[in-house]
């Protein structure tokens, strides 16, 4: 605790840091505050229905990455997902179609330009998930209209001001990114995750400490325990992996020659961060749009599919976790483009000859080092399920793992190494000193 508030003051102590945490702070409280501000014209104590639809099952999920606004027909009731499922697309486009391939090469100009198409593809996207949120509202809350407001005069508005919400929790996102801590958009997310958490464990307590049989308070207090090493885990395994095993990269790879300087090849088991557990759920949410978010005259396969305990979601999820890793880490390292580099610069891998045996090479150590990465978010992501055969509550359950601890681990260790590298250049003592190599020269390194 002596060491928290000594961290606390240091990060008071450098201006630069102070300013950006306080910005962050007054964007993260409009994002909430936002989240609260009904849709002009709805009544909010008809809402009940709807905050019951959103209890269980994958709409629980919609909810929390909202922060509680979908339940609440919030202005921010689409939430940060649509630009999410943009962006999905649009890299997907970046690795297929020539034209946008063209334009990731153009440096800053072309990103521009894919974030330009991200926004508009963003919009089309709201203009079709807002009318659907909106049906299913009218389905859920019937009478929320106030009076003298009808559905079909409601509906345009509704919508515009839905997708301007979705549009402005970008801005936030984006503004954090530039003048705050930590990624944005990422952090929005962990935001809106953390808000669920009291309500998640005061229901759980309450279900525990009113049950008849089952165990009661012994087993609460179990599983809080297990909650308690499950976060501990999580938090140590994020870290090794995202650290360049240096040994096992030394084996593999060897060093890269500059001018008679070794460098080791900055590889990772898990590049990719909490992108591809953002991009897999995002996916997993189409068939609730698709279905109009009523499950109504749907078969089986679209009701398992909605319903993220079952055993056919949890399996194409694990599925579309792994192969996102490996997406996100083939765009993010890309093989070729490092041996070209190495080969302008002189450099090269001992015993491999450059050009494309040096690409063909980097690509397999990556494919070798991601496996485990993928597999290892994978089973922390599918978690929550297991969690439900103790009858765990659903909504305290996603912090077994699952989607929510991932990204909160990984959110809260990036931010918090981004703040640490703040203090580090005012010589400042960090948090994570388990997370800093300490060379020879003195230098810390990640």
């Not at 963003?122 to 009318?131: D, R, W, Y």
């Not at 890793?325 to 580099?341: G, R, S, V």
Request: charged content about 10%; glycine content about 8%.
């Amino acid at each position: 605790m002596k060491k928290f508030i000594e961290y606390l003051k240091n990060c008071w102590k450098v201006e630069d840091l102070r300013q950006r945490l306080l910005i962050t702070l007054l964007f993260v409280a409009i994002y909430r505050f936002g989240s609260f501000v009904v849709l002009p014209g709805i009544n909010p104590g008809m809402l009940e229905k709807l905050q019951s639809q959103t209890a269980g099952g994958l709409m629980s999920l919609l909810d929390m990455f909202s922060g509680g606004a979908f339940s609440n027909a919030s202005i921010f009731a689409l939430g940060i997902m649509p630009y999410i499922s943009a962006s999905i697309v649009m890299q997907l486009l970046a690795v297929a179609v020539p034209y946008f391939q063209k334009m990731q090469r153009e440096g800053e100009s072309g990103r521009k330009k894919i974030n330009w198409y991200t926004r508009i593809l963003t919009v089309a996207i709201l203009l079709f998930q807002a009318p659907a949120y909106l049906m299913n509202l009218k389905m859920q809350a019937t009478g929320a209209l106030a009076t003298g407001i009808s559905w079909s005069t409601f509906m345009i508005p509704a919508t515009i001001i839905l997708a301007a919400g979705s549009m402005f929790i970008l801005w936030l996102g984006e503004r954090i990114t530039d003048k705050g801590v930590g990624n944005g958009i990422s952090l929005i997310i962990m935001i809106g995750i953390i808000a669920r958490l009291p309500q998640a464990f005061f229901q759980e307590a309450s279900s525990r400490f009113t049950a008849i049989s089952g165990g009661g308070i012994v087993m609460f207090i179990v599983e809080l325990l297990i909650l308690y090493f499950v976060v501990c885990a999580a938090i140590l395994l994020v870290q090794a992996v995202r650290k360049v095993p240096v040994q096992y990269a030394k084996r593999l790879v060897g060093n890269q020659q500059y001018g008679g300087a070794r460098q080791y090849i900055p590889l990772k088991l898990f590049a990719a961060n909490v992108m591809p557990i953002i991009f897999a759920q995002a996916l997993m949410f189409i068939p609730l749009t698709v279905m109009r978010f009523s499950a109504e005259n749907t078969n089986w396969v679209v009701q398992s599919l909605t319903d993220n305990r079952s055993f056919l979601y949890n399996v194409i999820y694990a599925i579309l976790i792994i192969a996102f890793t490996y997406f996100y880490t083939a765009i993010t390292l890309n093989p070729t483009q490092m041996a070209e580099d190495m080969k302008r610069n002189n450099g090269f891998i001992p015993g491999i000859k450059p050009g494309k045996p040096t690409a063909d090479f980097i690509d397999t150590v990556m494919s070798r080092l991601t496996f485990p990465g993928s597999l290892f978010i994978a089973f922390i992501a599918i978690m929550p399920a297991f969690a439900g055969l103790l009858n765990v509550q659903q909504g305290f359950a996603q912090f077994f793992g699952g989607t929510s601890l991932l990204i909160l681990v990984g959110v809260v260790i990036d931010t918090l190494q981004q703040i640490e590298s703040h203090l580090m250049m005012r010589h400042y003592d960090g948090l994570l000193n388990a997370g800093r190599v300490h060379n020879k020269g003195g230098v810390s390194a990640y």
